[in-house]
């Protein structure tokens, strides 16, 4: 379960610094501003703010650190009452990046977006989002 969770952990963390790089103006995926939208947004064409950014960030970083205090618990000496918290936080999270790999593959919901999204999606945000969902699913049971 170590390996579990501190790669998950490190991993959610990747995304959230993704997040700050694009508060900071960082067109990585993309090669300017619209085709990033298109590769990470889907459609539309203005990009969320910066404090959008941040704001998305802090929560990862936040979900990011749920697998660490999960896993030294009971070496941080928290109680069962905050342990519970903790692992209802996990579950959370796991309905949450679970239902986003899922409603990926739901062909009305695509239908909207733009192809490039689309095929990003498929290959890697709905598996990496399905990935990260059981990973917190199995490390609150």
């Known amino acids: 379960m170590y390996i ?4 998950t952990s490190i991993l959610v963390f990747l995304l959230a610094s993704i997040h700050i790089y694009w508060a900071f103006g960082g067109l990585w995926p993309g090669k300017n501003q619209q085709d990033l939208i298109n590769k ?12 959008s ?5 802090i929560g990862l970083v ?3 650190s749920l697998p660490v205090f999960w ?5 941080l000496g928290i109680s ?3 342990a519970k918290m903790i692992r209802y936080s996990m579950i959370f999270v796991a309905i949450v990046f ?3 790999g899922i409603i990926g593959y739901l062909p009305w919901v695509t239908k909207h977006w733009e192809p490039i999204f689309v095929r990003y999606t ?3 945000y709905n598996p990496l989002s399905l990935l990260i969902g059981f990973s917190f699913l199995l490390m609150s049971i």
């Open 40 to 51: 990470v947004f889907g459609r539309g064409n203005k990009f969320p703010s910066p404090f």
């Open 4 to 7: 579990l969770n501190i790669s």
């Open 53 to 57: 950014c941040f704001v998305v960030a």
């Open 98 to 100: 679970l239902l986003r």
């Open 122 to 124: 498929i290959r890697m």
């Open 71 to 75: 896993l030294v618990r009971n070496d």
């Open 80 to 82: 069962p009452q905050y």
């Open 62 to 64: 936040l979900f990011s």
